[in-house]
């Protein structure tokens, strides 16, 4: 009886290795990377793309390929083609690795999917597959199927005219866009066939613009089991969308606007858990940025600590006046008078600080202290120049149904 009982806990041991190495082995730590090979992910009806399947950390390993179209799984394939297209197969695609082992099979993590918008009417707006940053110039472009001999494209967002150019470029290019340059865009085409104008317009399209840096955003957390009960660690979050390489971002933080620390590639830092006004800033030296962020009270904070605000944006100044000359105190003259040419005189005089003059009782004199500055406001009053939406002509729809109406 004890060599059975023996034998069957030396069985249930030497399977335990297997099992968790199976659960360990079922998703491998990489993620399947799709690229477009022949299209764009917006094409006509009746058009065709193809795309592959790769896994770019694992170069060595033979990988399967699946694909899937949102949850549905598709067939098997190093690449993906889409012969023909038509408008019930647009929708998200994606793909997995997976490889036979000895203890089963490992999948890869899905790879992000891309969208594929399969459109049955005349124009596409096509538009950069990534944001536009601030200070670059977005590109669009307005296809129209047969690519016919365009007359003129007129650009829209949000329905108002941003763009006309006439001739048979369908490219736009909008230089140093901003934040305000986001949003949905469409596009009017107008060629001739046969003495007869034509004119269509493309479905509205989402355009991103992001900014190179974004404002941080400071955290406080005070319950880490990493760090001393009397520390708390400071975590300056935010978005960095520069090109790669992108140049080194430093972080720095600040309490009651004394820096506490050096600048840092970590953007977080651990410092003594007290009360005050905290802050951080982001800087990017070879991009010449720099953005605070917002300051926020940690604690009890007593009124003699003097809460000092980031630097804003620094306002022109007006130009310097010059010092008015010096008189002697029995001839002082109205301000006003400083603002014509004086006739030359004598070597003033100047008085004495103990001496006490007596003032002038005909007309009261004016303050002699220079005029305070006038107070620019933070923000300037925003003007709108927005015109009515023109009316435009949606044309979408299936290709046999516009070629009908052009005929």
Same mark, same amino acid.
């Given at each position: 009886?004890?060599?059975?009982?023996?034998?069957?806990?030396?069985?249930?041991?030497?399977?335990?290795?297997?099992?968790?190495?199976?659960?360990?082995?079922?998703?491998?730590?990489?993620?399947?990377?799709?690229?477009?090979?022949?299209?764009?992910?917006?094409?006509?009806?009746?058009?065709?793309?193809?795309? @592959?399947?790769?896994?770019?950390?694992d170069?060595?390993?033979?990988?399967?390929?699946?694909?899937?179209?949102?949850?549905?799984?598709?067939?098997?394939?190093?690449?993906?083609?889409?012969?023909?297209?038509n408008?019930?197969?647009?929708?998200?695609?994606?793909?997995q690795?997976?490889?036979?082992?000895?203890? =089963?099979?490992?999948?890869?993590?899905q790879?992000?999917?891309?969208?594929?918008?399969?459109?049955g009417?005349?124009?596409?707006l096509?538009?950069?597959?990534?944001?536009?940053?601030?200070?670059?110039?977005?590109?669009?472009?307005?296809?129209?199927?047969?690519?016919?001999?365009?007359?003129?494209?007129?650009?829209?967002?949000?329905?108002?005219?941003?763009?006309?150019?006439?001739?048979?470029?369908?490219?736009?290019h909008?230089s140093?866009?901003?934040?305000?340059?986001?949003?949905?865009?469409?596009?009017?085409?107008?060629?001739?066939? @046969?003495?007869?104008?034509?004119?269509?317009?493309?479905?509205?399209?989402?355009?991103?613009?992001?900014?190179?840096?974004?404002?941080?955003?400071?955290e406080?957390?005070?319950?880490?089991?990493?760090?001393?009960a009397?520390?708390?660690? $400071?975590?300056?979050?935010l978005?960095?969308?520069?090109?790669?390489?992108?140049?080194?971002?430093?972080?720095?933080?600040?309490?009651?606007?004394?820096?506490?620390?050096?600048?840092?590639?970590?953007?977080?830092?651990?410092?003594k858990?007290? !009360?005050?006004?905290?802050?951080?800033?982001a @800087?990017?030296?070879?991009?010449? $940025?720099?953005?605070?962020?917002?300051?926020?009270?940690? =604690?009890?904070?007593?009124g003699?600590?003097? @809460?000092i605000?980031?630097?804003?944006v620094?306002?022109?100044?007006?130009?310097?006046?010059?010092?008015?000359?010096?008189?002697p105190?029995?001839?002082?003259?109205?301000?006003?008078?400083?603002?014509? !040419?004086?006739?030359?005189?004598?070597?003033?005089?100047?008085?004495?600080?103990?001496?006490e003059? !007596?003032?002038?009782?005909?007309?009261?004199?004016?303050?002699?202290?220079?005029?305070?500055?006038?107070? $620019?406001?933070?923000?300037?009053?925003?003007?709108?120049?927005?015109?009515?939406?023109?009316?435009?002509?949606?044309?979408?729809?299936?290709? !046999?149904?516009?070629?009908?109406?052009?005929?």
């Amino acid at each position: 009886m004890l060599r059975m009982d023996t034998l069957l806990s030396l069985l249930v041991v030497s399977t335990l290795p297997q099992i968790v190495v199976s659960d360990v082995l079922s998703v491998a730590p990489y993620q399947a990377v799709i690229e477009q090979v022949v299209g764009d992910s917006r094409i006509f009806s009746g058009e065709s793309i193809r795309l @592959r399947c790769s896994i770019p950390e694992d170069v060595k390993s033979t990988w399967r390929h699946l694909w899937f179209k949102g949850a549905e799984q598709l067939r098997e394939s190093d690449e993906f083609i889409l012969w023909d297209a038509n408008v019930k197969q647009s929708g998200k695609y994606s793909c997995q690795g997976m490889r036979e082992t000895v203890v =089963g099979p490992i999948h890869t993590l899905q790879s992000v999917p891309v969208e594929i918008d399969v459109d049955g009417g005349w124009a596409i707006l096509q538009v950069p597959p990534h944001p536009t940053l601030v200070g670059e110039t977005l590109k669009v472009t307005c296809r129209v199927r047969g690519n016919p001999n365009l007359e003129e494209v007129i650009l829209y967002r949000d329905g108002v005219e941003v763009m006309r150019q006439t001739g048979s470029n369908p490219h736009v290019h909008l230089s140093n866009v901003n934040l305000r340059d986001r949003g949905l865009y469409t596009c009017r085409a107008t060629w001739d066939i @046969r003495r007869r104008s034509h004119s269509v317009v493309s479905v509205p399209t989402q355009v991103s613009i992001s900014e190179i840096l974004t404002q941080p955003v400071l955290e406080v957390v005070t319950r880490d089991p990493l760090i001393p009960a009397n520390m708390m660690r $400071l975590i300056c979050h935010l978005q960095y969308n520069a090109h790669a390489p992108a140049p080194p971002i430093h972080f720095y933080f600040y309490k009651n606007g004394n820096r506490l620390t050096t600048a840092s590639s970590e953007n977080n830092e651990v410092v003594k858990r007290t !009360p005050g006004q905290y802050s951080c800033k982001a @800087r990017v030296p070879a991009l010449d $940025l720099m953005r605070w962020s917002e300051t926020k009270n940690f =604690g009890k904070v007593t009124g003699t600590e003097q @809460r000092i605000l980031p630097p804003k944006v620094p306002k022109p100044f007006a130009p310097p006046k010059a010092a008015p000359a010096l008189t002697p105190p029995t001839a002082v003259e109205p301000r006003e008078a400083w603002l014509f !040419p004086r006739q030359p005189t004598a070597a003033p005089t100047y008085p004495q600080l103990e001496e006490e003059t !007596p003032q002038p009782t005909d007309a009261p004199l004016k303050p002699i202290h220079p005029a305070a500055k006038p107070q $620019l406001p933070d923000v300037m009053p925003k003007t709108s120049n927005q015109t009515v939406p023109p009316d435009l002509v949606d044309m979408s729809g299936d290709f !046999p149904d516009a070629l009908e109406q052009l005929e």
